[in-house]
């Protein structure tokens, strides 16, 4: 059987959206500390998990996870982009709750695994939509006491979907009640402790018209850390004298698309900086300068506006935008060339 098969026909691939879809399965390993070793990958078809209720990852908060992308390009074939640093942020994340790494090796085995034997599900070229890859990790053994369980369990879930914010500017709300991470606490971590404590601020800004929200530093709250679902890359200068600034919080997740947007940016000859960014209400940046924000998983937004205390700062998204973007959907993609074989469950 030739290997990528066509998209699906029974999705309208026109409105897809950014639901959950039922596909033909996802991949699992499961570690053992008696024995120190992930198992070899599992294709399991039930989209359900059996886990005991006193797991570690539903008392305790246990678990970690990773976001990125496979598109289908225009010659037919899946890429994923840079998944080994996904792998090396999941076992950043991982260290920081107690939770034993996953090697590179089991986990580009296991997203390619999931990608493969879902790879009708990868949405036709022209769509601009993507294959969202959720990798996740948890303790998975009972536990009632306060200390690391004896087993772990690596999922890697995928499904259809379509542009997340759009390819409209979004407008942007400052956070200023709230602090998504403590100064040395996990804020550098995917884990679903920093994000579950932010829907309702979400849903809030939301209701009020607003695309995104943004988090200030917890101890001052006069400086940029991120958006609530993405990394913050800011862009200053007109002409050919650009440059690109990026926070250097240690309360914020280590962006695989900042970092590209920067080796893209030295390739054009701009400068970068990765500094403290105070907040733009409060420096003004000039009428000139643009604000992309960037997805964790390959795509460049732009940021329309941002508001504080209803004050708001518009600015504007120029063509240094769309030449980032463009370039970033060219480079450090792998190519799935063959199709996996698996175990079935």
């Not at 998990?49 to 390009?73: I, T, V």
């Not at 969202?132 to 004896?150: T, V, W």
């Not at 690109?244 to 309360?251: A, E, F």
């Not at 390739?267 to 733009?280: A, L």
Request: with cysteine.
């Amino acid at each position: 059987m030739t290997f990528p098969p066509a998209p699906v026909n029974t999705i309208d691939w026109s409105d897809i959206g950014f639901r959950v879809r039922e596909v033909n399965g996802h991949i699992e390993s499961h570690y053992s500390v008696k024995t120190g070793v992930w198992s070899k990958p599992e294709f399991i078809t039930d989209p359900f998990l059996r886990l005991h209720g006193m797991a570690p990852a539903l008392n305790y908060g246990q678990q970690a996870y990773e976001g990125m992308k496979a598109f289908r390009s225009p010659n037919n074939e899946i890429t994923i982009f840079r998944p080994n640093r996904n792998a090396s942020r999941l076992a950043h994340s991982a260290a920081m709750v107690s939770i034993p790494p996953v090697p590179e090796s089991v986990f580009s085995e296991c997203v390619h695994a999931a990608v493969s034997l879902n790879a009708a599900y990868v949405p036709p070229h022209e769509t601009g939509a993507a294959m969202y890859i959720r990798p996740l990790i948890f303790g998975s053994s009972a536990q009632l006491g306060l200390n690391p369980p004896e087993e772990y369990t690596f999922c890697v879930y995928v499904l259809p979907v379509g542009v997340y914010h759009g390819v409209h500017p979004v407008k942007a709300l400052i956070l200023e009640d709230f602090d998504r991470a403590a100064p040395d606490g996990t804020g550098s971590a995917k884990v679903g402790g920093n994000y579950a404590p932010v829907l309702k601020w979400s849903d809030k800004a939301r209701n009020e018209g607003y695309g995104i929200t943004l988090h200030l530093d917890s101890k001052t709250r006069s400086e940029i850390d991120e958006f609530s679902t993405s990394g913050f890359i800011g862009v200053k200068g007109t002409g050919d004298d650009i440059t690109l600034v990026t926070p250097d919080s240690k309360c914020v997740i280590a962006s695989v698309t900042s970092d590209s947007c920067l080796d893209i940016a030295r390739s054009f000859g701009w400068k970068t900086e990765t500094r403290s960014v105070s907040c733009p209400l409060t420096t003004r940046l000039t009428p000139a300068s643009t604000c992309p924000w960037e997805d964790i998983v390959r795509a460049v937004i732009r940021i329309g506006s941002f508001t504080v205390e209803e004050d708001d700062f518009r600015i504007r998204c120029l063509v240094r935008y769309r030449k980032l973007s463009h370039l970033l959907a060219r480079k450090w993609s792998m190519t799935l060339s063959k199709s996996y074989s698996s175990r079935r469950h």
